[in-house]
Antibody, heavy 122, light 109 residues
Framework: EVQLSESGGGLVQPGGSLRLSCAASGFTFSSYGMSWVRQAPGKGLEWISAISGDGGKTFNSDSVRGRFTISRDNSKNILYLQMNSLTAEDTAVYYC???????????????WGQGTLVTVSS | QSALTQPASVSGSPGQSITISCTGASSDIGTFNRVSWYQQHPGKTPKLIIYEVTNRPSGVPDRFSGSKSGNTASLTISGLQADDEADYYCNSYTTGNTKFGGGTKLTVL
């Protein structure tokens, strides 16, 4: 069974940093692109960052480019999101999501974690 | 990176059919057949229900169908059931990134 489990969320002050992790199991992690998608309270889904299966290609939305860095450790089956210079607008539930097809990236997501809440507030 | 445009809400009675539209641009929906739809019940994680415009993942009822014309994609749900009441999001690939629609709340009357 494919499983994704995020961790690392919490309360952080504006301007601060946080690193999220997503532990994956039940599939060949290195064969699939992965993404981070966030959802602000009461709002819709927003894709923010993606990485290819081998980690060689990364993609970021305009809203996080230069502040957030996606990475992965295929030896540990873990996806990361390093978030710097956080603002109140970054407050959201952050989901990791698995690409539906091997070799694909940022096309469609067939498995989502339960999400981890990041709150940016003083 | 403008989001795709969806109606904020739609409603229908049990047994009826509804269609949710998703309008993009020639640079996303109009060019790529990488349109997907997600269902999200309150407090739950999103679930993929349509991928590559028309395809259903295993386990998704055939009451759910997708289509595309020009820059607009559509999700049709036939034979509405109470459990279909949820938020629905479209998504389209575009070069270098992917976009979600703003979401549509489906109410089953």
């Amino acid at each position: 069974e494919v499983q994704l489990s995020e961790s690392g969320g919490g309360l952080v002050q504006p301007g601060g940093s946080l690193r999220l992790s997503c532990a994956a199991s039940g599939f060949t992690f290195s064969s699939y692109g992965m993404s981070w998608v966030r959802q602000a309270p009461g709002k819709g889904l927003e894709w923010i960052s993606a990485i290819s299966g081998d980690g060689g290609k990364t993609f970021n939305s305009d809203s996080v480019r230069g502040r957030f860095t996606i990475s992965r450790d295929n030896s540990k089956n873990i996806l990361y999101l390093q978030m710097n210079s956080l603002t109140a607008e970054d407050t959201a539930v952050y989901y990791c999501a698995k690409e539906a097809a091997a070799g694909g990236v940022i096309t469609q997501f067939d498995c989502w974690g339960q999400g981890t809440l990041v709150t940016v507030s003083s | 990176q403008s989001a795709l445009t969806q109606p904020a809400s739609v409603s229908g009675s049990p047994g009826q059919s509804i269609t949710i539209s998703c309008t993009g641009a020639s640079s996303d929906i109009g060019t790529f057949n990488r349109v997907s739809w997600y269902q999200q019940h309150p407090g739950k994680t999103p679930k993929l229900i349509i991928y590559e415009v028309t395809n259903r993942p295993s386990g998704v009822p055939d009451r759910f169908s997708g289509s595309k014309s020009g820059n607009t994609a559509s999700l049709t749900i036939s034979g509405l059931q109470a459990d279909d009441e949820a938020d629905y999001y479209c998504n389209s690939y575009t070069t270098g990134n992917t976009k979600f629609g703003g979401g549509t709340k489906l109410t089953v009357l």
